[in-house]
Antibody, heavy 118, light 108 residues
Framework: EVQLVESGGGLVQPGGSLRLSCAAS????????MNWVRQAPGKGLEWVSY????????YYADSVKGRFTISRDNAKNSLYLQMNSLRAEDTAVYYCARTITPGAFDIWGQGTMVTVSS | QSALTQPPSASGSPGQSVTISCTGT?????????VSWYQQHPGKAPKLMIYEVSKRPSGVPDRFSGSKSGNTASLTVSGLQAEDEADYYC????????FGGGTKLTVL
């Protein structure tokens, strides 16, 4: 079964850090571009970051640039999001998602909740 | 990148058709044939329904169709069913990816 499973969410204070992980299974992870997408409570979807299949090309939304770092380990079939200098507005469910064509995400994880609050 | 513009709500009765619009600019929707549509039920992850403007992934009913004219893309759901009630989001490739604000579809 093709599957993505996120982990690493939780409660963190403003200014703190958190590292999210996304474990892939059921497909050749190293062949696919990957993304992080988030959804604040009661709000819409927001694209956060993209990484190419080799990890050589990376993009970020302006809202997280300089604070978040996306990475991947193809040997471990895993995607990561290192989040630093967290703010209240980063509170959201974070999804990892697989790209099939530019901008189209065909496989999504179940999401992991990140809450930034004192 | 500014979010794409979707109506906040849409509705229709079972068996009817409903169309949801998604308006962007020449830098996103109008500039690429890479518009996607997602369905999201409460508490669930989004599901890809349409990609590359009008293509349906395997398993998506042909009641769902997509189109584009200029800077506006549209999702049409024909033969509405109760299970189609959900939030729908459009997105467009624009170098990076931009989403619409979402449309809550109610089946009356």
């Amino acid at each position: 079964e093709v599957q993505l499973v996120e982990s690493g969410g939780g409660l963190v204070q403003p200014g703190g850090s958190l590292r999210l992980s996304c474990a892939a299974s059921g497909f050749t992870f190293s062949s696919y571009e990957m993304n992080w997408v988030r959804q604040a409570p009661g709000k819409g979807l927001e694209w956060v970051s993209y990484i190419s299949s080799s990890g050589s090309t990376i993009y970020y939304a302006d809202s997280v640039k300089g604070r978040f770092t996306i990475s991947r380990d193809n040997a471990k079939n895993s995607l990561y999001l290192q989040m630093n200098s967290l703010r209240a507005e980063d509170t959201a469910v974070y999804y990892c998602a697989r790209t099939i064509t530019p901008g189209a995400f065909d496989i999504w994880g179940q999401g992991t909740m990140v809450t930034v609050s004192s | 990148q500014s979010a794409l513009t979707q109506p906040p709500s849409a509705s229709g009765s079972p068996g009817q058709s409903v169309t949801i619009s998604c308006t962007g600019t020449s830098s996103d929707v109008g500039g690429y044939n890479y518009v996607s549509w997602y369905q999201q039920h409460p508490g669930k992850a989004p599901k890809l329904m349409i990609y590359e403007v009008s293509k349906r992934p395997s398993g998506v009913p042909d009641r769902f169709s997509g189109s584009k004219s200029g800077n506006t893309a549209s999702l049409t759901v024909s033969g509405l069913q109760a299970e189609d009630e959900a939030d729908y989001y459009c997105s467009s490739y624009a170098g990076t990816v931009v989403f619409g604000g979402g449309t809550k579809l109610t089946v009356l």
